[in-house]
């Protein structure tokens, strides 16, 4: 008997000690104690699955199949007051970006890729009616890496109500802009926006819900096309911190964010 209490014992302490993390439908021991290599001391809290850790970060959310890190704090674009709180999903898995009075001041969402992307085709579906927004207002659909690395599609008309609505641009030297204020398109809803970025081009396009041509521009001017990995963003900001001109809230709702590694083959209208 006694023999058999101590069997018990021994096999209880094995299993506490085994510190076994599952992960990815495998069951993977932590190292403990000062071992090789290096004879670094080894802690086995220091190793956690990333979704865990995720989720215990009220700053990051999973959307579209990818993890984001919402803003924060008064930052650019525009010198801006950032709210976690002003990106959110919906039960529908759409994702809404708000612009809001609070704390005695304006706030601005934006979101920003875990993961660093590179050539691929980059869509988004905003099911709202985005190509109007207020002339203070701008919204952003990009990839960025710094100032000089930078893909642009941008909702706006940085306080000029008489500008076009509509910019594509390849950072740091080119824009075109489209979507006038008069355009049959200024009130369209569920309009997909797509850039394809490869090594040597760069093709935009805007599309209505019928399948339409919106807007599209075919950027092949290699200097500026970037060559090295970017976070996708999405946010919804003031120009020069400015409120809305009507003093309202803004929101945009993003039904979808989808990239694609293959190369596919465009069709220029």
């Known amino acids: 008997m006694r023999k058999s209490i101590f069997i018990l014992i021994g096999i209880i302490l094995l299993i506490s000690n085994a510190s076994a993390l599952s992960r990815s439908g495998y069951d993977w021991t932590h190292k403990s104690d000062i071992k090789s290599p290096g004879s670094s001391h080894w802690n086995p809290n220091d190793a956690y699955a990333d979704s865990e850790k995720l989720q215990s970060n009220a700053s990051v959310l999973r959307w579209s199949g990818y993890d984001w890190t919402l803003k924060s704090g008064i930052k650019g674009p525009g010198s801006n007051y950032w709210n976690p709180n002003n990106?959110?999903?919906?039960?529908?898995?759409?994702?809404?970006?708000e612009i809001n009075y609070k704390d005695g001041h304006w706030n601005c969402a934006e979101l920003d890729s875990v993961k660093n992307f590179k050539y691929g085709r980059y869509t988004w579906v905003v099911s709202s009616q985005s190509?109007?927004?207020?002339?203070n207002v701008v919204l952003g659909l990009f990839t960025y890496t710094d100032d000089d690395h930078e893909i642009d599609i941008e909702s706006g008309q940085w306080g000029n109500s008489s500008s076009d609505h509509l910019h594509f641009t390849c950072q740091p030297d080119q824009t075109v802009t489209f979507v006038s204020p008069t355009s049959s398109y200024i009130n369209a809803t569920d309009v997909t926006y797509t850039f394809d970025w490869q090594p040597t081009y760069i093709y935009y396009t805007a599309r209505a819900s019928n399948g339409k041509i919106?807007?599209?521009?075919?950027c092949t001017n290699k200097k500026d096309i970037p060559k090295v990995k970017a976070k996708v963003m999405m946010n919804l900001?003031?120009?020069h911190s400015i409120p809305p001109s009507n003093d309202k809230p803004v929101e945009v709702i993003i039904s979808s964010f989808h990239w694609s590694s293959v190369k596919h083959k465009i069709h220029i209208q």
């Open 237 to 239: 900001w003031l120009q």
């Open 87 to 97: 990106t959110y999903v919906d039960s529908d898995g759409k994702l809404h970006l």
């Open 131 to 135: 190509l109007n927004l207020d002339k």
């Open 214 to 218: 919106i807007a599209n521009w075919y």
